[in-house]
């Protein structure tokens, strides 16, 4: 079982850059692909952006790339989402999780592929 747990969420002003946090348990963090979503009121839960197992592999959703970025520090057990020039369609849950795997390279876009979710933090960008 692996817990997570999303930080930094908030209520931001259109341009505004937050950076979101997702500590997981667990002492193989090296051993987990990970991923950040977001769910919109009234939308079903998309893929924002992931990263393989050593962090050398990104991929992002074309709504946010080259504005937000992902990245993990293991020895921390710890992903981040970096997120600049937030816009108001940006407004959403935003949640980690986890993909156990021993494919160090691939990053996982499909949420079927991921094994466990945190609880999320919400982000709302105001206009």
């Known amino acids: 079982q692996v817990q997570l747990a999303e930080s930094g969420g908030g209520l931001v002003q259109a341009g505004d850059s937050l950076r979101l946090s997702c500590a997981a348990s667990g002492r193989t963090f090296s051993s987990y692909a990970m991923g950040w979503f977001r769910q919109a009121p009234g939308k079903e839960r998309e893929f924002v952006a992931g990263?393989?197992?050593?962090?050398?592999?990104?991929y992002y959703a074309d709504s946010v790339k080259g504005r937000f970025t992902i990245s993990r520090d293991n020895p921390k057990n710890t992903v981040y989402l970096q997120m600049n020039s937030l816009k108001p369609e940006d407004t959403a849950v935003y949640f980690c999780?986890?993909?156990?795997?021993?494919?160090?390279?691939?990053?996982?876009?499909?949420?079927?592929?991921?094994?466990?979710w945190g609880q999320g933090t919400e982000v709302t960008v105001s206009s």
């Open positions: 990263i393989n197992r050593v962090g050398g592999s990104t």
């Open positions: 999780a986890v993909k156990i795997t021993s494919r160090a390279t691939i990053v996982y876009r499909e949420i079927r592929s991921y094994d466990y």
